[in-house]
Every structure is written in C-alpha cells, then in structure tokens.
C-alpha cells in the first residue's frame, strides 16, 4: 500500500475495485489483523480504540468473531449442513441455523434435498454446486451476526443465475452491517455507498455507481 487512506462508514457497504496486486486484498487482510500496519493505522469506529482496547492490541480471535468473511472459493468440511453452518457458531441451534440459511437464500434447497440439513457436502463440498456452496458459507458467515462483513469476490466464480441469487443474499446480508467488498462485476456493487477505486496501493477515484440495477 502507498499512503492509502480512506473511510468505510457504519452500517454501509464500501466497494474496493482495482487491478490485481492493487492492495485491495491486502486491505480485507489488515482488518481481520491477519498482520499490522508498519505505517500508519486501522482505526474503528473512527479513532484507534474502542472499548478502551487500541485496534493493534485486540485480541485476534475477539475481533475475528465479529467479523464475517466470504471469499470467492467457499471452504468446506467433509460434513453434514448443518455443522458446516454452525462453524460459524459452535453453540447454535437449529432455529439458528435455519434463521440463517434462510437469510442466505439457502434454507429452499436444504429443505428438498433427501436429508436436508443432515446431508453430507462431500470433500472439499463436492457433492453442492458453486452456488449451493456459497449460500452455506454466507449462512456460516451471518449466524455469527457480525458486526463488520468483508466479502472478497464472493461471486466472481458464479455463473449468471447463480450470481443472481447468491447477489441477492450478500445484499440483504449487507443491511445495517458495514461490509466491505472487493468485486470486478460491476453487477455485484451497483448498491454499495461508495465505491473506491485503487492502483498501486492508494486511492485514485471513489464515488457512487449511477448504473440501475
């Protein structure tokens, strides 16, 4: 990154666009701690501390379970649905679960498979296609409820109807969260606050898409 700076504000939805290698990741990176900045600093809700705890002495599990992620390639466990769901929250229950496979365009498909939530996914979640995989890991990701939502390309491996449908759940997902996205389609941040674009680590433009969905 190269003297980058810019704010995502509360309960919005940021879009970060750009070439690969232009820090967009390593953004996503820096704000689950995966390691810190040498220069400079991540700050929440607007100042370095909150709760009285400085952003570079949280505790990295702490600040990981009030963060959701979606990546493009979903990870998941040779189980059953529903416990690869309740990764996310290991004490859920199963209205919990069903509440947020519903919030994530999934609870339909679970329900008329033969096993429904007892369905075993497979390696590596082989036995689902692209889009069923990702729905299970955007229930994972929300039945934690969290706070902040970062979604890094979450359906650029999609086909059209899937993209679709799984857009669908990432945009009501979104709602009164502050997500983060980083996407290339210009279909998957028509609704986001703001968009910024970067190149070479810093912010060369940021606005708002004016194309209607």
């Known amino acids: 990154?190269?003297?980058?700076?810019?704010?995502?504000?509360?309960?919005?939805?940021?879009?970060?666009?750009?070439?690969?290698?232009?820090?967009?990741?390593?953004?996503?990176?820096?704000?689950?701690?995966?390691?810190?900045?040498?220069?400079?600093?991540?700050?929440?809700?607007?100042?370095?501390?909150?709760?009285?705890?400085?952003?570079?002495?949280?505790?990295?599990?702490?600040?990981?379970?009030?963060?959701?992620?979606?990546?493009?390639?979903?990870?998941l466990f040779q189980t059953t649905i529903r416990e690869n769901i309740r990764f996310g929250k290991t004490n859920a229950t199963q209205e919990e679960i069903e509440q947020a496979a519903k919030m994530a365009n999934a609870h339909d498909f679970i329900k008329d498979l033969p096993q429904k939530y007892e369905t075993l996914v497979g390696e590596r979640g082989a036995q689902l296609s692209g889009g069923q995989k990702q729905r299970i890991a955007i229930a994972r990701a929300l039945i934690r409820n969290p706070r902040i939502l970062l979604l890094d390309e979450a359906t650029s491996a999609l086909d059209r109807e899937s993209e679709r449908i799984v857009q669908d759940a990432l945009d009501r997902a979104s709602q009164g969260r502050t997500t983060i996205v980083i996407a290339h389609r210009l279909s998957t941040i028509v609704n986001a606050s703001k968009i910024i674009v970067l190149n070479a680590g810093s912010v060369v433009e940021e606005g708002k898409c004016t194309t209607k969905k």
């Open 1 to 75: 990154l190269n003297g980058l700076s810019f704010m995502a504000q509360r309960g919005e939805t940021t879009a970060l666009v750009g070439s690969s290698g232009c820090g967009k990741s390593t953004c996503v990176q820096l704000l689950q701690r995966f390691y810190d900045p040498t220069e400079g600093s991540v700050e929440l809700d607007g100042t370095v501390e909150i709760d009285d705890t400085p952003v570079n002495r949280y505790n990295i599990g702490w600040l990981r379970e009030r963060i959701g992620v979606v990546s493009q390639e979903p990870i």
